[in-house]
């Protein structure tokens, strides 16, 4: 953190350029994480590659810049942008800095208002430059940002305030991309585009705090700093094989139109826009009288530039076989197939953690009140690069989906092992050998589930008489297996009487998994408490993280 804490209400037209030769800077840095990211069937060029080119094309023209003009500088970022724009998210992001520039180019300084003013004039002009936009990418990351931002204007917030709300806003709604997009689910990622915006503004702040980004002293010059910027987290996964058949349009063409003819008007650039419409998708032209850019997947690349040409002269003409990436993509897929691979369900980023450590190759969020379907399952099986997959579904609500998800892919050779909770489910992925044959596995992994006693603690949602127990919604009550074996009115209490209960003379070891909504240090005074009753069994805490149970516990 700088030393000078600026309380600063404006933005300087001098500050405002170093705001945005740190946000490209912070958006350099990331370009190989939001890469990482960009598992879309056909890889339309580079997310994080071309957003960055596109940001550093902006901040190179504002470079040549010599006035401190908030209007000279604004019209470099526009220009720049536009030049440098990359791929559909380059693209967008050069139409969000133009949308910013045009807004605030004619102030000496810039306020809250006006920047949530330039945000939303940004998105509503790359909305415009999108023929179909899609939600559930960075328009909408952008467009939700932009709305915060103006509900917030209205305060009297200093910069610092204001844009650390924006960031916090902005990746929120990164994290809910995936349930808006079909195809970020499917991959199991947040949107790449939305995810090199949330850098952005990221570095904007650092710009206006004064604070270096680390291994981006010269923009494009640094080796990527991938801790620069903590993403939430994300099991960026494998892409879907079954999504990479089939590609309706081959050829991604971009280009630029130049020395537009004095007969060409703008009415013939809407007529460029729709002709484009009708031999391909993806289409985004964009531009004036003086300058246009055209992005197009089609399979006639030859008409596209023939049409342009009616307009004004080519050039920057940049065409990509997509066809021949996806030939390269799905060889690549086959050459690092394994023989074997573990699909596991539960509910709990401690619990997906753990799974994760133990070998698991996808995790996918599921349990009480939140079952996956078979095409859930199947999809997560297809983003495993595996011959054959072992699914533990760790709940017996889930174990019918999982057997069902067998006739999804015909692809894979699926195996369920039938844990009917998360303590079973670890046993058995414990027992899991990669290097061993299926068959083998499946009998230690199955024969593993017996070995493990499972408890709960939770919570009544209702007033009921059940198991000999009188229950008012409310109370908190214990399990072990099926059968309510405790209630109180303290978590901790009912786990003591649950775990005592579950002691005999043969148990060695009992792991404690504390939920999210359980203190460790609650979950810690339990165990010691336990250890003092008890000293011959050993009690081990971890975090589950698991919603609406305080406790899940597991007894060997």
């Given amino acids: 953190m700088s030393a000078r804490i600026q309380v600063d209400k404006t933005i300087s037209a001098p500050m405002f350029k170093k705001m945005l030769i740190s946000g490209a800077k912070m958006l350099e840095v990331n370009k190989a994480q939001v890469d990482s990211l960009n598992v879309f069937p056909v890889p339309d060029g580079d997310t994080g590659t071309n957003m960055s080119l596109t940001i550093n094309s902006a901040i190179k023209e ?108 902005s990746e929120e709604i990164l994290a809910q991309t995936p349930d808006m997009l079909d195809v970020l689910k499917k991959a199991g990622v947040v949107d790449s585009g939305g995810y090199g915006f949330v850098c952005i503004l990221k570095g904007l702040l650092k710009g206006y705090l004064g604070e270096e980004i680390e291994g981006a002293e010269e923009i494009g010059a640094a080796t990527p700093n991938l801790q620069a910027f903590n993403p939430p987290e994300h099991d960026f996964g494998t892409p879907d094989i079954m999504s990479l058949d089939d590609i309706e349009f081959a050829y991604c063409t971009e280009f630029f139109v130049i020395n537009i003819f004095k007969k060409t008007t703008l009415a013939d650039i809407d007529r460029l826009r729709e002709y484009l419409n009708t031999i391909g998708d993806s289409i985004i032209v964009i531009g004036d009288l003086e300058l246009i850019k055209v992005h197009v997947h089609t399979n006639k690349p030859g008409k596209a530039l023939s049409y342009a040409l009616t307009l004004g002269e080519i050039d920057k003409i940049k065409i990509e076989n997509m066809l021949e990436q996806n030939r390269v993509l799905k060889a690549q897929y086959e050459a690092n197939k394994k023989p074997l691979g573990v699909l596991s369900i539960c509910a709990g980023d401690g619990f997906s953690a753990i799974f994760k450590d133990l070998l698991a190759d996808q995790v996918i969020e599921g349990g009480q009140t939140m079952n996956p379907s078979a095409d859930d399952i199947a999809r997560a099986i297809n983003r495993i690069n595996a011959e054959s997959v072992i699914v533990l579904p760790n709940n017996k609500n889930i174990i019918l989906a999982a057997e069902q998800s067998r006739a999804l892919v015909p692809n894979r050779n699926v195996y369920v092992v039938p844990s009917k909770d998360v303590p079973q489910g670890l046993a058995a992925i414990l027992a899991y050998n990669s290097q061993i044959k299926v068959d083998v596995n499946l009998e230690s992994m199955t024969k593993a589930l017996s070995t493990v006693r499972s408890a709960s ?19 908190i009550i214990g399990l072990e297996g099926d059968k309510i074996c405790s209630k109180g009115k303290n978590p901790e209490d009912v786990a003591y009487k649950v775990i005592e209960k579950m002691i005999d003379a043969d148990t060695e070891l009992i792991t404690i998994y504390y939920g999210k909504d359980t203190e460790e240090e609650k979950a810690s005074e339990l165990a010691e408490k336990l250890e003092e009753q008890f000293p011959d069994v050993e009690f081990i805490t971890q975090y589950g993280g698991q919603p609406l149970y305080y406790y899940i516990i597991s007894a060997e």
């Fill in 62 to 169: 504002i470079g040549a810049v010599s006035s401190n003009s908030m209007e000279d500088i604004c019209n470099a970022l526009s220009k720049g942008a536009l030049r440098g724009a990359r791929g559909n998210s380059g693209v967008i992001l050069s139409q969000l800095l133009k949308g910013l520039a045009s807004t605030v180019a004619s102030h000496g300084e810039i306020d809250t208002k006006l920047f949530a003013k330039g945000l939303k004039t940004g998105v509503e002009v790359a909305y415009g430059a999108v023929n179909k936009p899609k939600e559930g990418t960075i328009l909408t990351v952008a467009r939700v940002t932009a709305e915060h931002a103006q509900s917030i204007a209205k305060k009297s917030l200093n910069i610092i305030s204001f844009m650390e709300s924006l960031i916090a806003k």
């Fill in 457 to 475: 603690v939770t919570y009544a949602v209702r007033n009921t008489n059940i198991d000999g127990l009188s229950l008012k919604q409310g109370d």
